[in-house]
């Protein structure tokens, strides 16, 4: 099994930044890719960027150029660097990791972290 725990949330204002991590523990040599997702009142959760443990990255469309996703050395850290926060971008933030260079069903979840953009 592996544990994730997510931390960095927060009010922040428009155009702001914001750093979220998320630490892994137990069964971390098992960890591939590792990614972000969000979830909005109402909607559905989305992924916002996720990387593989090569360092190949993958973004939401509407988080290009302002979000960056990272991996500390030690492989079982996520980092997103959010810059150009926007009242969008509110939402509950959720770390995954999992076996596969995807996000699949076989995933491990965090337990989200809130996001709150104010205009």
């Known amino acids: 099994q592996v544990q994730l725990v997510e931390s960095g949330g927060g009010l922040v204002q428009a155009g702001g930044s914001l750093r979220l991590s998320c630490v892994a523990s137990g069964r971390v040599f098992s960890i591939n890719a590792m990614a972000w997702y969000r979830q909005a009142p109402g909607k559905k959760r989305e992924l916002v960027a996720v990387i593989s443990s090569g360092g190949s990255t993958n973004y939401l469309d509407s988080t290009k150029g302002r979000f960056t996703i990272s991996r500390g050395s030690a492989k079982n850290t996520v980092y997103l660097q959010m810059n150009s926060l926007k009242p969008e971008d509110t939402a509950v933030y959720y770390c995954?990791?999992?076996?596969?260079?995807?996000?699949?069903?076989?995933?491990?979840w965090g337990q989200g972290t809130q996001v709150t953009v104010s205009s």
């Open positions: 995954a990791a999992d076996p596969s260079s995807v996000v699949t069903t076989k995933a491990y």
